[in-house]
């Protein structure tokens, strides 16, 4: 399975080589859901919302290069920087959508830890203490 993915990336990676769109080819193979139907655009990100082992990659471009194939514990990815931005503070309204999601985020985790012990009581599981 890893080395049919590995091939299908380089498969890509040839592809962008020759002149293929970027954009094209991520909307076709990306197995993002949240990203394919932007052709791949991950829109500005910081470094520490994004995996390290992406965000080395991509620190590694200038505006408009492509990345080689790289892996990352959820699979193959190729990159290509289109923009930087100046980090900066955001005021509350641009980081309402981040925080939003965060609280929404922090809830889910809450409440599935609450299945969870709610599923092992019933069920007379003993659980050891940490």
Not at 10 to 37: I, P, W
Not at 63 to 70: A, R
């Amino acid at each position: 399975m890893i080395e049919t993915k590995r091939r299908a990336i380089e498969t890509v990676a040839t592809d962008l080589a020759r002149g293929a769109d970027f954009s094209q080819l991520a909307a076709q193979f990306s197995e993002d859901e949240a990203t394919k139907a932007n052709g791949g655009d991950l829109n500005y990100f910081s470094s520490w919302r994004i995996m390290p082992e992406f965000f080395g990659a991509i620190a590694k471009l200038r505006v408009g290069e492509t990345s080689k194939p790289f892996r990352s514990h959820l699979g193959f990815h190729i990159a290509r920087l289109i923009d930087i931005k100046t980090a900066r503070a955001l005021s509350f309204e641009e980081a309402r959508p981040e925080v939003v999601l965060a609280l929404e985020n922090e809830k889910r985790r809450r409440a599935l830890q609450s299945l969870v012990a709610g599923l092992v009581t019933r069920a007379g599981f003993v659980r050891p203490s940490r």
